[in-house]
């Protein structure tokens, strides 16, 4: 039923540029807080960036921050995220997920529906 559709990764050299999209079916997609969060290789899942149903607030990762950028447009049912000045440790699967709370949060367990996942992959 609950279907997030991450679509933009790819191969790109290291101070370049990517969108991520993130396609939303399912949900009532404007009542729910969303986030991007990524996984290298041997690492952990970490945190990357997240935004509130109304676009109001967003709050980011200190690694990114300053070059990543998330946005949505409920009316499409579709998160974003912009990767700019991108980094070889930029690499890994990006992930969008959908959380029912207020504000931005940062936290991986309050996302209740997680996407499949899309490789970027930085080179130097």
């Known amino acids: 039923q609950v279907q997030l559709v991450e679509s933009g990764g790819g191969l790109v050299q290291a101070g370049g540029s990517l969108r991520l999209s993130c396609a939303v079916s399912g949900l009532t997609f404007s009542t729910y807080s969303m986030g991007w969060f990524r996984q290298a290789p041997g690492k952990e899942r970490e945190f990357v960036a997240t935004?509130?149903?109304?676009?109001?607030?967003?709050s980011y990762a200190d690694s990114v921050k300053g070059r990543f950028t998330i946005s949505r447009d409920n009316a499409k049912n579709t998160v974003f995220l912009q990767m700019n000045t991108l980094k070889v440790e930029d690499t890994a699967v990006y992930y969008c997920a959908a959380a029912t709370v207020a504000g931005p949060v940062q936290i991986a367990s309050y996302y209740r529906n997680w996407g499949q996942g899309t490789q970027v992959t930085v080179s130097s």
């Open positions: 935004i509130n149903w109304s676009s109001s607030r967003t």
